[in-house]
């Protein structure tokens, strides 16, 4: 048989002008797109398949080659990978949304206020509140809790300053835990004027007060665990690196994500104690899809604000005083070395110069030089010049909060003097010395919104645009080192950069829409973006 030219010709532009397309879940379309691959590519569209992302290119390709089942078109704004914060306190600011917020308070007496204002349902139960900053103050002594005392005469007040270093106490919560004039703890202060206890705590005499409040349920560890999750959508937070957790509030983590309640993915860093060294030494590290548990949290000395931060020399603003080492050092090389032989990151809180080459000498005895362990220094705030070069002699990764500069800026050189500021909030010689640093805020310490760190990464200012040029300006970060600390860089200091952190083939599709593209426009408007939606796991978690 014969078959007409014709006709064949007829099969072959049926052939060739119907190619199969393959199925996905959805298409983002007209879009810029930055997805920090290798060579930092920028394109227009994305295939998101099973919470995957399965392309990125250009519009044509993705609608010549997929089939969705839905379509979103963007209209030329702005997708980030999901931003992640490395270092918070993702559940304590759960907590906190239910507490006395103090922060932004002028004055003792506002402070005062605003706790007598709280509504205040349970007369017999403890009054919680955080986010009082003394240095914001006129009178920049500590308080002492006469007020506090006068107002609440019975019930127990335990206010945490907003670094979590310092507490104020009143005389029925101070009576609760037994403490005196004579009470001695290592590693903490309590502040004494006039023979009295003042009622305010430094390091670990606030927490050693605190044991003796009552733990909250498991319920109420769910509600604040889901309140915080909406907050950090809101801001496009996908992932949170949370600094300091206790099992019991892991297993809820686990238990809400496994249901589909916790939709956000945490990096758990476990709080220093026998519970959970038994526990999780005994078991290894864990993880599921968006739960990872293989760190430990450790406090080597207090904070700068609170002058626990432990320093070479004495505080320039209180002679004779260099901080607090919250442990003995024989203590943290036995944790450390448990912690390395049982596969366990460590991930140190160092605020002071003295803390920050104590803890680095400690890593390098026992990592002995280059390797892939990936220890980490949180906040790196104060470390000597001649120090820095340590962090490549041993891998060390520096865990910044860029917002700690600009909020500190204004005091800082009452602490430290001239010639410590050197290698004060020195964010780019760390990451000139590291080759990578990971970015955070600490919040609820600082603002949970990362655009404020960005912010403050790439302009050394505050919001308020002071001062001009910005704050040791010559420690600004580039827009692409900024956001890398918040995505790629991140992720890496978290063991997740192949999940999560660029928006590449592979790559779990976590990732947020901005109204602006904080790569392009005046560096003074990036902090006023706004995120249109948050995606994690290609699912929509938040919508504007």
């Not at 078109?73 to 270092?87: C, E, R």
Request: aromatic letters at 12%; charged letters at 20%.
């Amino acid at each position: 048989m014969i078959i007409p030219t014709y006709f064949l010709s007829l099969l072959s532009v049926l052939f060739y002008s119907a190619p199969i397309k393959t199925r996905t879940d959805f298409l983002i379309l007209n879009a810029r797109i930055y997805t920090l691959s290798a060579n930092n590519t920028i394109v227009e569209a994305m295939a998101i398949d099973k919470g995957k992302i399965v392309f990125v290119g250009s519009n044509a390709d993705a609608e010549s080659a997929y089939l969705p089942d839905h379509k979103i078109n963007l209209s030329g704004t702005t997708i980030f990978p999901g931003f992640i914060d490395a270092h918070c306190h993702f559940y304590g600011y759960g907590e906190q949304l239910n507490r006395v917020n103090l922060t932004g308070t002028k004055s003792w007496t506002e402070v005062i206020n605003a706790i007598t204002g709280f509504p205040i349902t349970d007369k017999t139960a403890w009054i919680q509140g955080r986010g009082w900053d003394q240095n914001d103050w006129d009178i920049k002594d500590f308080p002492t809790n006469e007020l506090l005392n006068n107002a609440f005469p019975l019930q127990p007040v335990f206010i945490k300053r907003i670094d979590g270093h310092a507490a104020i106490a009143n005389d029925a919560a101070l009576k609760i835990a037994g403490f005196s004039t004579s009470t001695k703890i290592y590693g903490g202060e309590l502040k004494i004027k006039n023979g009295r206890l003042t009622g305010v705590l430094i390091d670990n005499a606030m927490d050693s007060l605190e044991k003796f409040i009552p733990l909250a349920d498991k319920k109420n560890i769910e509600e604040n665990l889901l309140a915080a999750q909406q907050k950090c959508f809101a801001v496009g937070l996908t992932t949170v690196s949370d600094a300091g957790l206790d099992k019991n509030v892991i297993d809820i983590i686990d238990s809400l994500q496994q249901s589909g309640l916790l939709k956000m993915r945490v990096y758990a860093m476990l709080a220093d104690n026998e519970i959970n060294r038994n526990y999780y030494f005994k078991h290894g590290p864990y993880k599921t899809e968006r739960l990872s548990v293989r760190a430990f949290k450790f406090y080597i000395d207090g904070a700068l604000g609170s002058r626990g931060a432990l320093m070479k020399k004495s505080y320039t603003d209180q002679s004779n005083y260099s901080g607090l080492l919250l442990k003995p050092i024989d203590y943290f090389n036995r944790k450390f070395a448990e912690c390395e032989a049982n596969g366990f990151q460590i991930c140190a809180h160092c605020i002071g110069d003295s803390a920050n080459k104590l803890t680095l000498d400690l890593y390098g005895n026992l990592l002995g030089g280059k390797n892939i362990k990936r220890w980490r220094i949180e906040h790196a705030q104060v470390v000597s010049p001649a120090d820095m070069k340590l962090f490549a002699a041993y891998n060390i990764i520096p865990s910044i909060q860029p917002c700690f500069a600009t909020s500190d800026m204004y005091w800082s050189k009452d602490r430290l003097g001239d010639a410590r500021m050197t290698g004060a909030y020195s964010w780019k010689t760390l990451l000139q010395n590291a080759g990578i640093i990971a970015c955070g805020s600490d919040f609820p310490i600082e603002d949970i919104n990362p655009l404020s760190g960005f912010f403050a990464a790439i302009t050394r200012m505050d919001q308020k645009l002071f001062p001009s040029g910005g704050f040791m300006p010559e420690q600004k970060l580039t827009r692409l080192e900024a956001l890398k600390g918040m995505t790629a860089w991140a992720a890496y200091a978290n063991f997740m950069e192949e999940e999560v952190g660029s928006l590449t083939i592979g790559k779990k599709a976590d990732f947020v829409v901005l109204d602006k593209d904080i790569m392009n426009i005046p560096e003074t408007e990036t902090f006023k973006a706004q995120v249109l939606m948050t995606f994690v796991n290609g699912e929509m978690v938040y919508k504007k």
